[in-house]
């Protein structure tokens, strides 16, 4: 079974633009959970999303949005970027929502904010 | 809000013997899940255990085991037979609505 795939891996982007990643769950998961590791915040949870709904949203701006699409696969949108939003970006899965999840990582996404 | 912390940033340890990392929580919930997660330099997040919180019974994964108290919010790792891939990034984690992470504890195997 193919495990979570993130896109793309790297990336550079300068300050004011945006971005958008991608997510592509375990077969069969239908959360995905977004965070961000930094090496002064550590990882914070971004938002969750359940059969394209937003179930759970962590303390981040607006600017931080995201979506699930109907095959489970999400994206997530930075606009306005700013040299604070350079960090890891992790995308997990799990087969279902709530407390009994046990969520499986992707590799994810490092975006460079210049 | 859950809170779970680490208070060990970085602990190091010869191969071969065992290491306990500690994490604390913080929650008014009673059924909830805990788990520990390995992040080696790769950065590749990988679950080591899981323990969920109705269950006495600590969890153990072959060289890996949780003293797990709950009345005390206590959620420790124990690595047995240390071995050199065990140098990682630990984070202990919370589970409820989402999963909550630790700071971590950057664990270095000495050989």
């Known amino acids: 079974k193919a495990g979570v795939t993130q896109t793309p891996r790297y990336l550079i982007k300068t300050r004011g633009q945006q971005v958008t990643l991608s997510c592509s769950p375990i077969s069969g998961h239908r959360s995905v959970s977004w965070y961000q590791q930094t090496p002064g915040q550590g990882l914070q949870f971004l938002f969750e999303?359940?059969?394209?709904?937003?179930?759970n949203k962590g303390n981040f701006p607006g600017r931080f949005s995201g979506r699930q699409f109907s095959n489970s696969r999400s994206e997530m949108n930075v606009s306005t970027l700013e040299l604070g939003d350079s960090a890891l970006y992790l995308c997990?899965?799990?087969?279902?929502?709530?407390?009994?999840?046990?969520?499986?990582f992707g590799e994810g996404s490092w975006l460079t904010v210049v | 809000a859950q809170t779970v912390t680490q208070s060990q940033p970085e602990m190091s340890v010869q191969e071969a013997e065992t290491v306990t990392l500690s994490c604390t929580y913080d929650?008014?919930?009673?059924?909830?899940?805990l788990f520990w997660y390995k992040q080696p330099p790769s950065r590749q997040m990988i679950l080591v255990i899981r323990q969920e919180a109705y269950k006495q019974q600590n969890a153990t994964e072959n060289r890996f085991s949780v003293n797990f108290q709950k009345a005390a919010k206590s959620f420790s790792l124990k690595i047995s037979d240390s071995q050199l891939g065990d140098t990682a990034m630990y984070f202990c984690?919370?589970?409820?609505?989402?999963?909550?992470f630790g700071k971590g504890t950057h664990l270095i195997i000495q050989p």
């Open positions: 997990a899965s799990s087969a279902d929502s709530g407390r009994r999840n046990t969520i499986y």
């Open positions: 984690a919370f589970g409820l609505a989402f999963v909550t």
């Open positions: 999303y359940f059969s394209e709904t937003q179930r």
């Open positions: 929650t008014s919930e009673n059924n909830y899940y």
